[in-house]
């Protein structure tokens, strides 16, 4: 049976009238009673009793009524809800995120898309730039929010979000503390917690051809992989620490916060969304974080690198 069948049986029923029935289906009343007739010898009973004066439904009939109606209720909804998610109103979105991209927009941003798709079932997940590349790349996330220091990400189409300068941390009491703006050379050997190495070795790179530069060599006497621990080994005097400016919105006792002097790559915070998949709701905030992060509104016209397909995951 087709959907027009459940459609055409269930208007003659309430109309109880094939003329009626047939205005109502915007077709002509022959083909329809044809419809009507070809649906009973397929079902194998009569679901109508008909003469020239009058229609009414038999027993068969009634019972069929009530499915055909639920039947067509379903495909509604069925189409509604296609509708939706199309439109990234409705549907599931799972999202991979580092900690600095909730800082910088992404809690904005989802207060914002919260408001506009209440019925998407959103799940987040913090993970590091190399784990949301290999969760984009195994289906395990729709959308990623990661640090973007020049590294590929196969099978993922990759776009910038936000820019911000580094700061430097440092323990309230240390002598570059009185300093409003610390210059790079200033930092030449001073111990430095670092981000790990492992994780964006192009990163690892920049920096540190950045502090050459300056002519400064910091020590790197511990790795951190969160910005919380970073702040915690400040406060607590292992050393120093890079951190973006976003940072800023945490209050941590112990800890001040210096502008450092030009020499540094930006902290660029990029959506990676793969390439075999379209979805409508991760689009839908990637551009409210676009918006929340002060970037052009519109299409990914700065997208910083593309995959020819969907591959294994980045290394970098």
């Avoid at 009569?46 to 068969?60: C, D, H, I, N, Q």
């Avoid at 300093?179 to 790990?196: E, K």
Wanted: glycine share 10%; charged share 20%; proline share 7%.
């Amino acid at each position: 049976m087709e959907l027009r069948d459940f459609e055409c049986f269930v208007a003659v029923a309430e109309e109880l009238h094939f003329r009626r029935a047939a205005a109502r289906l915007a077709m002509c009343q022959p083909p329809l009673s044809q419809r009507i007739k070809a649906l009973e010898e397929r079902l194998g009973t009569k679901l109508l009793e008909r003469t020239s004066r009058y229609v009414a439904l038999t027993p068969a009939g009634e019972a069929f009524l009530g499915r055909a109606r639920a039947v067509l209720e379903m495909a509604g909804a069925a189409g509604e809800e296609a509708r939706r998610v199309g439109l990234g109103l409705a549907g599931k979105l799972t999202v991979g995120f580092v900690n600095p991209a909730m800082d910088a927009f992404l809690a904005v941003a989802l207060g914002q898309f919260r408001a506009q798709a209440a019925e998407v079932e959103l799940s987040l997940r913090e993970l590091t730039t190399r784990e949301q590349a290999e969760a984009l790349a195994g289906g395990r996330i729709d959308l990623g929010f990661c640090r973007y220091a020049g590294q590929e990400m196969a099978g993922a189409s990759v776009m910038e979000v936000s820019r911000e300068p580094y700061i430097l941390a440092l323990p309230a009491g240390h002598a570059l503390a009185g300093r409003r703006r610390v210059p790079l050379a200033a930092l030449d050997g001073q111990p430095l917690i670092v981000p790990p190495r492992t994780g964006l070795p192009a990163l690892s790179q920049a920096l540190g051809a950045a502090f050459a530069a300056a002519g400064a060599k910091p020590v790197a006497v511990q790795e951190a992989a969160s910005k919380f621990t970073m702040l915690g080994l400040v406060a607590a005097g292992v050393g120093l620490a890079l951190v973006p400016a976003s940072v800023r919105v945490w209050q941590r006792a112990g800890v001040v916060c210096r502008d450092l002097e030009a020499g540094l790559p930006p902290v660029i915070l990029a959506a990676a969304l793969p390439l075999c998949r379209e979805h409508a709701a991760a689009a839908r905030l990637v551009e409210l974080a676009r918006q929340a992060a002060g970037s052009r509104p519109g299409p990914p016209a700065e997208a910083i690198r593309e995959a020819d397909a969907c591959g294994p995951p980045a290394t970098g």
